[in-house]
């Protein structure tokens, strides 16, 4: 099998590489047991200060690192600047406070002296998507190797020369050799390398079929997992939401990466008292998203990330409107080279419908007309997906208990949702199981050990 760089935007193929062979596979595998031992032996101090070594290369090679990202998924240059810097903050946050989360927990027993103490398990694989290419790693990896662990990393087939950076920038950054790896291997090795003896649990974000595989090939082995899934956020509006900036943020939130993200907000549940005030401003501010060049810092909505994606999204959104779905804006590819489709708005969207029922990954709202609050709640439950969302409302209190009450592994009120350093992520249901980030994240590869002193 081959890897190939594939302009979105170009239509055109930039390189090409061969896929890892069953030696190299089997060296890379060595090199982890081999760089565990010693690794997990570095002090906190030591491991922090190469992280804070791989923040400073990040913050200094971003504009080359955006390029990447651009050239092999379509990302945005402002959006791809925001993700390194991102990177370099969340690589910063653990070198920080990783010891600090892994100190030994003291228990209160009647006699003698317990505590829990925060050990590495050894390697951690992860199978990365493309859709953030530098963020999905880092938010693994710092976490990860800041307790100790090693890492080997199998990213998406379509972002090579991102996962060669990526390796690179440890290297380059002094950290040992073997302490974090990049495995160019197709999606059907992954099952062999997760029952290997050296790789010791597993996380990937990704598609729930490949989550169920990883899951069940982890399960097997008895081996820890994590699984970060689709979403199809819920965006409540509520009948006191301050319309304007609820409209402006809604657009941001549902265009993030081209609509091509976990936590963007994808269905749009509206009150019916503010519905069509709601619509007629949201889809003012979703028309100033205009596809172009990503390369351009003037450009603010890149193509998807292949022409395949497009065709899928598309007959989602034509099987939508057969079945009742109205469309307000867009709603059709871009005739040309480029992977574009026109930011969408669907209207009249109800259950049933393929945008209600599937995560639509790309430039396309749904709207969902509600009678009121509780109503919303049903809705945004209605869901096999429980990953993030949103409820807009002046007042907090109210906005609180909508929260509570919807089924999601996080909730913002007055926020869009966004992955931070400092706040634990992940989802429910459908959406995966376990927590990246904080210092719940940095506690799911560890072996929680209980030790008792008589």
């Keep these: ?111 003698g002296k317990a505590f829990i103490s925060y050990e590495p398990l050894g390697c951690v694989l992860a199978v990365m998507p493309w859709n953030f290419p530098f963020w999905q790693v880092f938010r693994y990896a710092a976490p990860t190797l800041m307790v100790g662990n090693t890492g080997i990393l199998k990213h998406a087939s379509n972002v090579p020369q991102c996962a060669q950076a990526i390796e690179r920038a440890f290297i380059e950054s002094g950290f040992p050799i073997g302490v974090f790896q990049n495995l160019l291997v197709s999606s059907d090795k992954v099952e062999g390398i997760i029952n290997d003896k050296r790789i010791k649990a597993v996380t ?28 199809s956020d819920p965006f409540i509006v509520l009948s006191d939401a301050d319309l304007e900036k609820t409209a402006r943020i809604a657009a941001k ?83 040309s080279e480029a992977a574009f489709f026109e930011p969408t708005i669907l209207a009249n969207v109800e259950k049933g419908m393929r945008a209600y029922e599937e995560e639509l990954f790309g430039p396309v709202a749904t709207l969902i007309k509600v009678k009121n609050a509780e109503e919303a709640i049903e809705v945004a439950n209605d869901s096999r997906f429980g990953l993030g969302g949103s409820v807009w409302t002046q007042n907090k209190t109210t906005g609180l208990e ?14 869009m949702v966004a992955s931070d350093p400092r706040l634990p992520f992940g989802g429910i249901k459908s959406s995966g199981y376990g927590r990246e980030l904080s210092h719940l994240g940095i506690k799911e590869f560890v072996n929680r050990k209980t030790i008792f002193i008589a």
């Design 402 to 415: 909508v929260a509570r009450k919807v089924e999601t592994g996080a909730m913002f009120v007055n926020q």
């Design 204 to 231: 990937l974000t990704g598609s729930e079929l490949a989550g169920s595989k990883v899951a069940e090939a982890a399960g097997r082995n008895i081996k820890t997992s994590v699984l970060e899934l689709g979403g």
């Design 1 to 111: 099998m081959a890897f190939q760089s594939f302009n979105p935007y170009t239509n055109q193929l930039e390189a090409e590489f061969e896929e890892h062979s069953e030696s190299y596979i089997e060296s890379v595998l060595e090199r982890t047991e081999n760089s565990f031992s010693h690794w997990s032996g570095e002090s906190f101090a030591f491991r922090s200060k190469l992280f804070q070594n791989l923040a400073t290369y990040l913050k200094e090679e971003k504009e080359r690192l955006t390029r990447l990202m651009t050239l092999e998924m379509g990302k945005t240059f402002n959006e791809g600047v925001a993700e390194i810097e991102k990177c370099a903050w969340v690589c910063e946050y653990y070198a920080q406070n990783a010891e600090s989360f892994l100190k030994d927990e003291l228990l209160q027993t009647d006699e």
């Design 253 to 335: 939130a549902r265009m993030i990466n081209c609509g091509q993200s976990c936590i963007a907000a994808k269905r749009f549940i509206v009150v019916e008292r503010v519905y069509d005030e709601f619509l007629k401003k949201f889809e003012a501010h979703m028309k100033t998203y205009v596809p172009g060049d990503p390369s351009l810092r003037t450009t603010n909505c890149g193509p998807m990330a292949s022409k395949r994606f497009v065709k899928e999204l598309s007959e989602q959104v034509d099987d939508s409107v057969k079945q009742g779905a109205r469309v307000v804006l867009g709603g059709k590819p871009i005739d």
